[in-house]
């Protein structure tokens, strides 16, 4: 048809108001539950479609618009109380924004000048250590910076109330004690108490003062609640949400006490939330968030409603990201940032691919600043304020999300807030005992990290030295702590370690190698030793896969002739019975495993066959084992 002919078409099509959905019949949810059960056969439907969060709810694999009738916001706009479409009422924009470590003033500000020509709007400067800045630091960090286009943020673990300080003043020196400028400043104490168990209530007085002599800058946010700690330390979303409010919360309660306004306080907060795997929970997440923040901050009495609008910057959760196949970190940051912008963050930083073992490149850096440069200028996430809105799932997620949150909110200030939850363990125990849940799911991989725990890259191997620490929780519990703090760790370490341990043992030894033993049913040899190659190759091993025998004699002397450590034999269950012992009695020296739990496995162990890995079996443990026997 020709372009005019299509055109033309497409018009008629318009002016005539065609529904092309009037040839369907509506259907009922009663219909979609009698087709549902029809093809489940039996099956109960619960047990088989419904999905049990980690949140504490149940997501359905359907959603229609009658769920929607418990939702209470709907009716709110973008830019209305309690935000939960966002703050923003024209588009969607957010602040791009690179974080750059600064080793010296001079070096800080020439790589700011670099990138802030390279699509960034937004820059995080961090201090590494208890380092005191000047505001003759900040001239030579800012130096040819106009902070009147762009955002800026200081990032420092101690100290930071001086430096807070410093900053206001630079701003106040260099645009004037009511300017503009979009700033913040990380000051933190409760965050303190989350990574490293320390707490001195004093520093309320010094925010105090801080929040006074700060108050002209209209957009200058000196007090950080940062979610991210909880989130790098193994929690769920719910969990991150909960103890966020009640550390804002606390915030709130205790400088209203110490004599300011709620709306000089709510004014100078600002939330920083990790952004994980769980797309659509990350979406609805941020939704919740400024859902439920309004309801606190409404709570205080504000005398302006916009007191009550959260101010999101969102980051990469390390939990998920990993040292092997680095490059699917890309992958995982990508869909991460894409959450954290549909869900109506305010400012973001994507992490760089490699960021967790050693220093971002240039190319890492590049890579990261175009994921989101992507984001706006290609795929246009900054044109519609709240894209997610009317979605019946995600509204219902939003939903669920916030109910659970805020169940755990309550749990806290019935112990008295964030402070006292914390020096009593609570914090600490619900974070714990979901990390320990995961941690047991990816070791049985019920929890799949690609290219960790499933589908490795077969010919991988680390040939830098990394650092032990990489592969270990870290702690910072200091002298003074009142409490144990969280652990920051990834959920791939365990795996990376033992991984890591063959590459390093076989920088001067034979690498081990498994053989796979591929007898009788072609279909099931086939698929048993496709497990079992991904199922070693997860520990650094090295596999080779049998041609196929047509009997266990040829079998063993291939693999003898391999000089394999490890034999798997991959058959049917019902050809076990008799391919395993023969093998068995055959290999000598070999570690002989059954791929499979067969119906027969009483009989082979009785037999003195005691190896046999399955989808069941923990995967960690196991390779642990065989691993402990190879190389010690």
Known sequence: MPPFKIFQH??????????????????????????????LK?????????????????????????????????????????????????????????????????EANKKALEVLNKGVNSLGFVFKGCVEVTVADLEIVLKDICLDAIEVNLISCCKSVSNAK????????????????????????????????????????????????????????????????????????????????????????????????????ACNIKFNFGVGANYFMEIAKLRAARMLWAKVVEAFEPKCECSSKMVIHSENTIFNKTVYDPYVNMLRTQ????????????????????????????????????????LKEEAHFDKIADPAAGSYYIENLTDSIATEAWKLFLAVQEKGGYVAAFKEGFVQSQVNATAAKMDSAIATRRENLLGTNQFPNFTEYMQKELDAEVFSKKVSKSDKAIAEPLARYRGAQAFEALRYATDVYSKDNKRPLVFMLTIGNLAMRKARAQFACNFFAVAGFD????????????????????????VVICSSDDEYAEFAPAAAE???????????????????????????????SNLLEELKSYQKQLIG
């Open 543 to 566: 596999v080779q896969e049998g041609k196929g025998y047509n009997t266990v004699e040829e079998g063993v002397a291939d693999a003898v002739e391999a000089d394999a450590d490890i």
């Open 42 to 106: 039996g099956k109960d439907f619960e047990k088989t479609l419904v999905w049990k969060t980690n949140e504490g709810f149940s997501v359905r694999p359907f959603y229609r618009s009658e769920d929607l009738d418990k939702v209470s916001y709907l009716d709110a706009l973008p830019g209305q109380f309690p935000f939960v479409r966002g703050a923003k009422t024209n588009g969607n924009e957010w602040y791009i924004r690179q974080d750059i470590q600064v080793t010296t003033p001079e």
């Open 10 to 39: 497409s018009y008629v099509m318009a002016e005539n108001k065609i529904n092309l959905f009037n040839e369907f019949p509506p259907v009922s949810t009663a219909e979609w539950m009698a087709k549902i059960e029809a093809d």
């Open 586 to 616: 055959m290999l000598i020296d070999p570690i002989f495993v059954v791929a499979g739990n067969p119906a027969c496995k009483e009989e082979l162990e009785a037999k003195g066959i005691k190896n046999f890995i399955h989808v069941r």
């Open 335 to 374: 869909t991460e940032a894409m959450s954290a912008v549909l869900g109506g963050t305010d400012s973001l930083t994507v992490l760089p691919f490699n960021a967790i073992y050693e220093s971002t490149t240039d190319f890492s850096e590049r890579i990261a600043r175009n994921q989101q440069i992507l």
């Open 166 to 265: 410093a900053l206001a003043n630079y701003i106040t020196k260099t645009y004037g004690a009511d300017s503009n400028v979009v700033a913040s400043a990380k000051v933190d104490p409760l965050g303190s108490l989350t990574r490293n168990g320390s707490f001195d209530e004093a520093i309320y007085a010094e925010m105090k003062a801080l929040i006074e002599e700060t108050n002209s800058l209209e957009n200058f946010r000196s007090i950080a609640v940062t979610g991210k700690n909880f989130r790098d330390a193994g929690s769920t979303i719910v969990q991150e949400l909960g103890f966020s409010l009640a550390i804002g919360a606390e915030y709130l309660s205790s400088l209203t006490d110490a004599g300011l306004s709620v709306d000089d306080v």
